[in-house]
């Protein structure tokens, strides 16, 4: 235990996370030169694509005689629960910052995570080889945030390779080495993951005594019993070994077939063993919810195996049947983010192969019947007759926006403009100021980050988390295509913004979708009433172009025979919606 080093990298999106792990890789010769690539740790192709981390993933490195178990973790709020797990299994954290950058949101915000944890936190400023660093200006907001000397701050290139040595004798001489807390075997479910071949893989770190091949466990949570198949960690891809002791991070496959056995949080104790059960991760509560439906209906268990292998990994995933008179079967998901929405949409896509419908997203509120009775409404199309409603409550959350201070006046105007409610400023700085806000979820949920980026020329950067609920007027509005309402396009919008909301769904459906036999109404209502409307022209075929010559009454005759046929497609004729038309309602007005 004593030669064992436990760290994670913890940073905002975009400041060399991955980058550093990789130059860790290559400086201790855990992976060959041959087989090196950008990003190694990111398993996904999406996680290449994006250039940003989705999933933590550990890795065994050893250098100086010392064995180093590094956990590259994301940087992105909407994966802040990824974080926390990884901290919980580690004894010390890589504070990375970038020189061009500075301090930003999630920076803070994984730094205030890390000592919760009372983890060693070793400061160091990345990307020092760009025309735009400034080492001095980084140096001094790190030196009033942390409260550490400017000395104590590591210097580094990630892409050069340069002062990389220095942060890996640095991890070796202040990451204290993990205490033996308990005789018995104790190990934290920090992950896990699904493999085609050998089944649900977990990650584990131990707090507590060994265990080899064949030994029998028992997951203390879910009380199922199970015996040790195969034991290893990670170099990064899995190496088997004999056995794994108490201060180690590795993977166990074990005999569990059934997905929700090996919960994350859990821990595994010996079978003869009376061991307490380890603190584990607090309950997360989804911010954002939404319907994912199969476009084919045959696929719907197809669907269900799928999100259950996502949900192995992505333990922040909440996911319940539903079904729709319009779409069929399917699910109604909790997510913690836009984001992780959009991500979790891709990999059911590309690594499964399915064809989905998505609703538009909602928020959870809090609904006070008349009666007494309350329920936390996920979906539009369970908002209860108004006059039953005595009140209803939405989710707030503490924003923390950290600016150059010449944009702080448009970005408040903004902010206040969405319904948000100024706080506070703190100075980092002379010329970099943290603003704070109270605001409601649903002002966020779309476009909002987008938005703060374009204000600021991209410098701004942005951090949220749970406040509390407070009270609201909202209304369900309905979107009628050819006089049928379509279900997927139901949204719950506040009570004033109604009639703005419908228009600009409408209108963009008249861009969007593709034009019909007939002519298309596109309407938008709240209870029956219709608050805005658009038509959509038909297609019209020339039916007179066979006539040469003649009598006009000839070809009026057949204008009215082809008038009449449309007016028939109207009544009968059905629409079929493509997918963008889904997703372009998701967009929200910049203003």
């Given at each position: 235990m004593e030669n064992i080093r436990n760290f994670c990298i913890i940073a905002h999106i975009d400041h060399g996370k991955s980058t550093l792990a990789d130059r860790m890789l290559e400086l201790t010769g855990t992976v060959e030169m041959r087989k090196m690539k950008n990003q190694m740790l990111d398993q996904m192709d999406l996680e290449r694509e994006r250039g940003i981390t989705i999933k933590l993933q550990p890795a065994r490195m050893e250098w100086k005689g010392k064995i180093l178990?590094?956990?590259?973790?994301?940087?992105?709020?909407?994966?802040?629960?990824?974080?926390?797990?990884?901290?919980?299994?580690?004894?010390?954290?890589?504070?990375?910052?970038?020189?061009?950058?500075?301090?930003?949101?999630?920076?803070?915000?994984?730094l205030y995570l890390a000592l919760e944890q009372n983890l060693e936190i070793i400061p160091i400023i990345n990307k020092i080889d760009l025309p735009a660093a400034d080492v001095e200006k980084v140096s001094q907001e790190i030196v009033n945030l942390l409260g550490c000397k400017k000395e104590e701050i590591l210097?580094?290139?990630?892409?050069?390779?340069?002062?990389?040595?220095?942060?890996?004798?640095?991890?070796?001489?202040?990451?204290?080495?993990?205490?033996?807390?308990?005789?018995?075997?104790?190990?934290?479910?920090?992950?896990?993951?699904?493999?085609?071949?050998?089944?649900?893989?977990?990650?584990v770190r131990f707090f507590g005594g060994q265990i080899k091949k064949g030994d029998k466990i028992k997951f203390v949570a879910s009380a199922e019993t199970t015996e040790v198949l195969d034991l290893g960690f990670f170099k990064p891809h899995w190496v088997s070994a004999k056995n794994l002791a108490d201060g180690e991070i590795g993977y166990l496959i074990t005999g569990v077939k059934d997905l929700e056995k090996a919960k994350v949080g859990d821990t595994i104790v010996s079978l003869d063993e009376n061991t307490k059960a380890l603190t584990g991760y607090k309950q997360i509560k989804p911010m954002v919810y939404a319907g994912i439906f199969p476009q084919e209906g045959n696929e719907y268990h197809k669907l269900r195996e799928a999100i259950l292998k996502l949900k192995l990994s992505d333990s922040s995933l909440i996911f319940e049947p539903t079904s729709s008179q319009a779409l069929g079967f399917g699910f109604r998901c909790g997510f913690l983010g836009l984001l992780h929405l959009e991500i979790f949409q891709e990999r059911l896509k590309r690594e499964f192969n399915l064809s989905l419908i998505v609703t538009t997203p909602t928020v959870a509120y809090n609904i006070y019947l008349r009666n007494g009775e309350k329920m936390v409404l996920t979906t539009p199309n369970e908002m209860p007759d108004p006059s039953k409603i005595e009140r209803v409550d939405e989710p707030y959350m503490n924003i923390e926006i950290i600016s150059p201070q010449k944009y702080m006046g448009e970005l408040m105007e903004y902010v206040i403009s969405q319904k948000g409610i100024f706080k506070n400023t703190q100075y980092l700085d002379e010329d970099r100021l943290i603003?704070?806000?109270?605001?409601?979820?649903?002002?966020?949920?779309?476009?909002?980050?987008?938005s703060i980026k374009s204000i600021s020329s991209g410098y701004a950067s942005l951090n949220y988390d749970f406040s509390d609920y407070r009270s609201c007027e909202i209304v369900k509005v309905d979107i009628l295509v050819a006089e049928l309402p379509v279900e997927a396009l139901t949204s719950l919008v506040y009570k004033d913004e109604a009639h703005r909301v419908g228009k600009r769904i409408v209108e963009r459906l008249k861009d969007v979708l593709p034009r019909q036999q007939f002519v298309l109404k596109l309407q938008a209502a709240?209870?029956?009433?219709?608050?805005?409307?658009?038509?959509?022209?038909?297609l019209r075929k020339d039916v007179t172009a066979k006539l040469y010559g003649g009598d006009v009454t000839r070809k009026?005759?057949?204008?009215?025979?082809?008038?009449?046929?449309?007016?028939?497609m109207a009544q009968v004729g059905k629409v079929e919606i493509?997918?963008?038309?889904?997703?372009?309602?998701?967009?929200?007005?910049?203003?």
């Open positions: 178990n590094l956990i590259d973790t994301p940087g992105h709020v909407d994966f802040t629960y990824e974080v926390s797990r990884s901290l919980a299994a580690v004894e010390g954290a890589l504070l990375l910052v970038d020189a061009t950058q500075g301090v930003e949101a999630q920076t803070l915000a994984n210097l580094a290139s990630a892409k050069t390779g340069k002062g990389v040595e220095k942060i890996l004798d640095a991890i070796v001489e202040k990451v204290s080495a993990p205490k033996s807390k308990e005789k018995n075997l104790q190990a934290l479910i920090f992950d896990s993951a699904y493999d085609e071949y050998r089944g649900v893989v977990i990650y603003l704070s806000f109270d605001i409601p979820l649903a002002s966020i949920l779309v476009d909002f980050y987008d709240v209870g029956g009433k219709i608050i805005a409307g658009e038509r959509l022209s038909a009026r005759k057949l204008l009215d025979k082809q008038k009449k046929g449309k007016k028939k493509p997918q963008e038309a889904y997703l372009a309602v998701l967009k929200r007005d910049q203003n």
